[in-house]
């Protein structure tokens, strides 16, 4: 298993590097380049015509590894690992249809917020179908229930399954958009995202073979993201797009649904969520108080950038380091919250 494990991270690391060496001239070439929102910070119309979707290149790395060497894992029934990495697919291409019409139009917006929310509500609500319909989810004794995990106490509680329907498809399109405003600064949805699967890899080690198939994939989307900021780093040379951002939530909580515990996210995507929220609190303060602000910017990583309630104005590869250092650290929180589930 451990050697597995090993092979997917380098196998995810090389064929990401390898990948990219090919597609960001490929992209430059075809003028493949990003819009620049004009409400964000004034520095970063810099980066206007940086080639976009470089997903692609981790998108490309962890399937071809999931497919060399899980299938074994996929012929003796496991498909835990297959539904995770079909799923995040989807959520890719939805990112993908939306790169393509920002480009295609030459502007910042792709598809409407409603028709995005919709394609991504309804493939949440098709793979927690799935994982229901293939036992992946702990029934309850309690009739109509679902048992859902509550890390560190390691106990479960009944939740009807409607309602758990309903919560889960809101966690799920919740998290993925979480990863999505995340991608701000170059470099911070990757390296944030890192820690996340080195926790879901090291369950996989920690829980044993039952797990493999999703340690692989974890594995190798963790080498595949380092393949990716060799390009990524600031200054970038491309940008993941909403092509891999998507990509990359839809795997984040794919990954915590198939080991049935998606309460782990509370502490494991404390970046993600903190995100979230200071975009939630900006917005609802300005419309509540007539246009004053919490935050100069928001999300948090645009607050820091201009110069957060200190007037340090944090550089890019600063708000990588604090933003990654702090996923770490609650990666390792999340670990030893759960590592006593099995």
């Not at 070439?29 to 981790?58: D, V, Y």
């Not at 598809?111 to 992946?136: C, E, S």
């Amino acid at each position: 298993m451990n050697t597995k494990l090993i092979l997917a991270f380098v196998m995810g690391f090389i064929l990401s590097a390898a990948i990219g060496a090919l597609l960001v001239p490929f992209l430059r070439r075809i003028k493949a380049g990003q819009s620049i929102k004009e409400n964000g910070p004034t520095w970063h119309q810099s980066k206007a015509g940086t080639p976009t979707m470089g997903g692609l290149m981790f998108i490309l790395a962890v399937t071809a590894a999931c497919l060399a060497l899980g299938w074994e894992q996929f012929q003796a029934g496991e498909w835990k690992c297959a539904f995770v990495l079909v799923f995040s697919l989807i959520y890719g291409a939805i990112g993908f249809l939306d790169d393509f019409e920002k480009l295609k139009h030459k502007q910042n917006t792709g598809l409407t917020a409603a028709q995005k929310f919709l394609l991504q509500l309804a493939v949440a609500v098709a793979f927690i179908y799935l994982l229901r319909r293939f036992g992946m989810l702990h029934v309850s004794d309690v009739q109509g229930c679902i048992d859902v995990y509550l890390p560190f106490w390691n106990i479960t509680f009944p939740v009807n399954e409607i309602l758990y329907v309903v919560l889960a498809a809101f966690v799920i399109v919740g998290t993925v958009n979480a990863v999505n405003i995340t991608d701000g600064v170059d470099g911070l949805a990757a390296g944030t995202s890192l820690p996340v699967f080195v926790c879901y890899t090291a369950l996989c080690f920690r829980w044993g073979q039952e797990y493999l198939g999703l340690g692989i994939f974890s594995s190798a989307l963790t080498g595949a993201l380092f393949g990716f900021l060799l390009y990524n780093f600031n200054p970038a040379k491309i940008f993941m797009g909403d092509t891999g951002s998507l990509f990359l939530g839809g795997a984040v909580v794919a990954t915590a649904f198939a080991y049935d515990m998606p309460l782990v996210l509370i502490t494991l995507g404390i970046v993600f969520l903190a995100e979230t929220l200071s975009d939630i609190i900006q917005v609802t303060y300005f419309k509540l108080s007539h246009g004053r602000r919490v935050f100069r910017m928001a999300p948090l990583h645009h607050h820091l950038e201009m110069g957060g309630w200190s007037g340090k104005k944090w550089k890019e590869k600063e708000l990588f380091a604090l933003f990654t250092c702090v996923s770490a650290v609650f990666a390792l929180i999340s670990f030893f919250g759960v590592s006593g589930r099995f």
